[in-house]
């Protein structure tokens, strides 16, 4: 069966707090992110990024300009992307492959400067890394070692 959705990223605002409040992960998703509610913090190197379908948010991430980015690339012109999560009552249906495609024009219009968007996949994370490929990322061959494991570093080119 094949559903037609609309799909925006959206800067995040307080209106969907009572939603983001409400986002669900599974234990075994939740140990490779943050809830969103978490991550609300927003600064001029910080940036809550919503995926919104029909004016509810379904699915959440950080992209980050912060000095937090050299940890990743050499890359003076890239962001970070954390805290990637689409909530559990809205997974399979598309939205996290969907959100991620509009990544590269929302960040061209939002972030002139960027030219690639990276990123930490836990190695045991497989579901992420397909998702990260089939959307355009490739592995860096860096690696880097995270709370729970070895993490891949993954690019995506502007």
Known sequence: MHTSFEVTLEYYQPKYLNELRNFYLPADQEQFTALPVEMLET?????????????????FFVLHS?????????????????????????????????????????????FPQCNEIVLAVNQRNIPAQKL???VGFTDTGRRKMGEIGEQLILCLKL
Do not use: C, W
């Open 43 to 59: 600064t001029n190197v910080r940036h809550p990024i919503m995926i919104v379908s029909h004016n509810e948010p379904v699915g």
């Open 66 to 110: 912060s000095e937090r980015v050299a940890e990743y690339t050499d890359n003076p012109n890239a962001m970070l992307l954390t805290a990637f999560s689409i909530n559990h009552a809205h997974q399979g249906k598309g939205f996290a492959k969907k959100g991620m495609k509009l990544l590269h024009d929302f960040v061209h219009q939002e």
């Open 132 to 134: 990260y490929e089939k």
